[in-house]
Each structure stands twice: as C-alpha cells, then as structure tokens.
C-alpha cells in the first residue's frame, strides 16, 4: 500500500481502533466536565495537564526506547492503560474525577507515541515518510469519524447520559490491541546513551525547530475550549458532536495529500501553511457570533490540523540522527505538551475572567508567533 511496511498499516489500524473509543469520550469530554459543575478553567485545567502528562511521557519514553532498541513495548503498556482509564472515568461523580482520570488516560499516549514515530520512520525509506506519517493519521481519523458519529448516534438515542457513553468507549478501545500481536520491531542494537547526552547531541536546528513549536503549542491549546465554543454558540450538543464529525472527516481527507505534498515540496513549508492557518482559526473563533461561522472555522480547523499534525513529527524525525529519533520526537511531544498546558491554563483564565474572544485572540497571536520563527530559522527538508 503506497509502498509502505507491514508494520506501518498495523500501526495504523491500531490507532483507528483505539479511536474509535477515543473518539466517542473526546467530544462529550467537556460537556462531561461542565455537566459535573466544572466551568471553562476547569476545561482548560484538565485539557492542558492531560496533554501535559502525555507529553510529558514521550521525551522518556522515546529516550529509553532508543536505549533499549526496541519499541514494541512501549506500544502494548501505552494503548493498554490508556484503555482501562477510559473504563474509569465512567465512574467519575465530579469534575476533580475527571482532573485525576483524564491525565492517567493520557499517560498512556504519552507512553506510545513517540517509540511509535520512531518505529514508523525506521519501517520507511525518507522518500515516503511523509506519506507513512500520513497514512497513521488517516487510519487514526478513519476510526475517528467512526467513533465521533457512534457517539452522535449514541446521544441522539440515551440522550447526555455521557458515562454510559465512556463505558462503551473503554471497552471499544481494548479491541486495539489485538493487531499488536503482528507488529515487529526493527532490528536495533541496545545503546547506552545517557538523556542529557541524547538531548546535548540534537542538532542546533532541532532545537529551533522545537522552540517555533513551543510557541506555536501555547497557542494550539486543548481542543476542549473549541468544543466548549461551539457548544455554547450552537447550543446544541447533537449539532457540536455533528460538527465535530465534519472536522475528523476533513483530517481523514487531507492527511495522505499532506504527507505527499511535504515529501515533495518541504515539510517545513507546509508545516507553516498549516500553522498561519489555525492562527486564522483562531481568530474566526474570536470572532465568531453565528453557527455558520463556527461551521466553517471549525472546518478550517480540520484542514489545518491535518497539515501540521503528521508533518510536525515528520520534520522532527528528518532532523535527527538517526540514532537519536526516538529522543528527538520525545522532545518534540515534551515541549508541545508542557506549551499547551500553558496555553490552556491562560486561555481559559482569560475566558473565565473576561470573554471567550480574549482566549482565542491570544491563540492566533501565539500561533503566528510561532510561525514567524519556523519560517526564519528552520530548514526546509525534503527527499
């Protein structure tokens, strides 16, 4: 397929299957919190510590993976926990719950991810590694679409009673594990490389790279507060999830196109395209007062998402040495998670003590920031 390995179509449909789960908690997720009496600083608060504990995760665990020379591992403890806390937080009584089981569940991706890119980038040849890249976040939508208009589904039949839809989605997400049985390691000797010393080899590109990331992270905060926005201009939670599909479905289109359009022209160039796009969405949510605006924002957003999810791994991973992919993805994945918790924690004070415009103003601003140094101090690559 596409001329890409076993290992990278199993990777693929291991993360579609375990979006199917994901997917159905991901868009009830802050309804969930408000319904327990959290308000937007809660939402911000749970989104940016969840994010900040996967990501977090991800510079160890990619290190150790490198040290060890395998991965395979790190892909069954990962998708496995991330499982069993989502069966958890259909127990949840209160918003704190959620503050408590929602960062386990993340932990899980923290676990995974980056021995996962690493992983995808050993099984390619560079010239189509953006497609590879691509094609993970094409399967991980599909089963994203799938479980986004399960839960659609779901509410339109049990109404909000959003704890039986969790349960359903932990025991969903159990099912993509049975794939990882197929998974082969690449052949890697055992490295002792020490973390500091791993970190001290990244080349002073790398670093930069990271740095316009971190920037642009503190802008990208959780996707919780767009949800919340959608919701409370709808006021609908059926049309909000609906939407929400039209987003996962626009991803799943655009991914593979993406990954292709980088191996041939740059990943970095269209890594700033996808950028300048979402300060632009931003900015419409700031801006937004009608469903017809948040629709079409919320569209834009899909696209971007697709330009710069896939390519930001791929542009970490071209920039590496090849001994050092795994620690390199990890720093990526640190320092976007750390940014965002930030990011959320400023928006959603800035939501709470002002307006929602102030929030997403102070996205777009970040994201361009972001941007401007990616364009100025990072080398293209391509094949």
């Given at each position: 397929?596409?001329?890409?390995?076993?290992?990278?179509?199993?990777?693929?449909?291991?993360?579609?299957?375990?979006?199917?789960?994901?997917?159905?908690?991901?868009?009830?997720?802050?309804?969930?919190?408000?319904?327990?009496?959290?308000?937007?600083?809660?939402?911000?608060?749970?989104?940016?510590?969840?994010?900040?504990?996967?990501?977090?995760?991800?510079?160890?665990?990619?290190?150790?993976?490198?040290?060890?020379?395998?991965?395979?591992?790190?892909?069954?403890?990962?998708?496995?926990?991330?499982?069993?806390?989502?069966?958890?937080?259909?127990?949840?009584?209160?918003?704190?719950?959620?503050?408590?089981?929602?960062?386990?569940?993340?932990a899980g991706k923290g676990i995974r991810d980056a021995?996962?890119?690493?992983?995808?980038?050993?099984?390619?040849?560079?010239?189509?590694?953006?497609?590879?890249?691509?094609?993970?976040?094409?399967?991980?939508?599909?089963?994203?679409?799938?479980?986004?208009?399960?839960?659609?589904?779901?509410?339109?039949?049990?109404?909000?009673?959003?704890?039986?839809?969790?349960?359903?989605?932990?025991?969903i997400s159990l099912l993509s594990l049975i794939p990882?049985?197929?998974?082969?390691?690449?052949?890697?000797?055992?490295?002792?490389?020490?973390?500091?010393?791993?970190?001290?080899?990244?080349?002073?590109?790398?670093?930069?790279?990271?740095?316009?990331?971190?920037?642009?992270?503190?802008?990208?905060?959780?996707?919780?507060?767009?949800?919340?926005?959608?919701?409370?201009?709808?006021?609908?939670?059926?049309?909000?999830?609906?939407?929400?599909?039209?987003?996962?479905?626009?991803?799943?289109?655009?991914?593979?196109?993406?990954?292709?359009?980088?191996?041939?022209?740059?990943?970095?160039?269209?890594?700033?395209?996808?950028?300048?796009?979402?300060?632009?969405?931003?900015?419409?949510?700031?801006?937004?007062?009608?469903?017809?605006?948040?629709?079409?924002?919320?569209?834009?957003?899909?696209?971007?998402?697709?330009?710069?999810?896939?390519?930001?791994?791929?542009?970490?991973?071209?920039?590496?040495?090849?001994?050092?992919?795994?620690?390199?993805?990890?720093?990526?994945?640190?320092?976007?998670?750390?940014?965002?918790?930030?990011?959320?924690?400023?928006?959603?004070?800035?939501?709470?003590?002002?307006?929602?415009?102030?929030?997403?103003?102070?996205?777009?601003?970040?994201?361009?920031?972001?941007?401007?140094?990616?364009?100025?101090?990072?080398?293209?690559?391509?094949?």
């Amino acid at each position: 397929m596409l001329g890409l390995s076993r290992n990278v179509i199993l990777l693929g449909i291991i993360s579609g299957l375990n979006d199917v789960g994901s997917e159905m908690l991901m868009p009830i997720l802050p309804l969930l919190i408000v319904s327990l009496g959290g308000g937007p600083l809660a939402v911000g608060l749970i989104g940016g510590v969840g994010d900040m504990i996967a990501t977090g995760l991800k510079l160890p665990s990619g290190w150790w993976s490198d040290r060890i020379g395998r991965r395979k591992p790190f892909l069954w403890i990962g998708y496995l926990s991330s499982a069993l806390a989502r069966l958890g937080l259909a127990a949840a009584a209160t918003w704190q719950h959620v503050l408590i089981l929602r960062p386990l569940e993340r932990a899980g991706k923290g676990i995974r991810d980056a021995p996962r890119d690493a992983l995808i980038a050993e099984s390619v040849a560079w010239g189509v590694r953006g497609a590879a890249f691509g094609l993970q976040r094409t399967l991980d939508t599909v089963g994203a679409i799938i479980g986004s208009i399960a839960a659609v589904m779901l509410i339109a039949v049990i109404g909000t009673q959003y704890q039986t839809i969790v349960l359903l989605a932990g025991a969903i997400s159990l099912l993509s594990l049975i794939p990882m049985f197929f998974v082969k390691d690449v052949s890697k000797h055992a490295r002792k490389i020490a973390l500091s010393i791993g970190l001290k080899a990244l080349p002073l590109p790398l670093r930069l790279y990271v740095a316009a990331a971190t920037l642009f992270g503190m802008g990208n905060f959780t996707y919780m507060l767009f949800i919340l926005r959608v919701q409370q201009l709808t006021g609908s939670v059926l049309t909000t999830v609906a939407l929400y599909v039209v987003l996962n479905v626009l991803m799943a289109v655009m991914l593979v196109p993406a990954g292709r359009l980088a191996d041939r022209i740059g990943r970095r160039n269209v890594l700033l395209f996808g950028w300048l796009l979402f300060a632009v969405v931003a900015a419409g949510f700031a801006l937004a007062t009608d469903m017809i605006m948040v629709a079409i924002m919320f569209a834009c957003y899909g696209i971007a998402y697709a330009l710069f999810d896939g390519n930001q791994r791929a542009l970490a991973a071209d920039l590496a040495p090849a001994q050092l992919k795994g620690t390199a993805l990890g720093t990526l994945h640190a320092a976007i998670g750390a940014s965002g918790l930030i990011g959320g924690l400023v928006a959603g004070g800035l939501w709470q003590a002002i307006n929602p415009t102030s929030a997403f103003m102070f996205s777009a601003i970040l994201a361009t920031c972001g941007a401007v140094l990616l364009l100025f101090a990072v080398p293209n690559t391509k094949p």
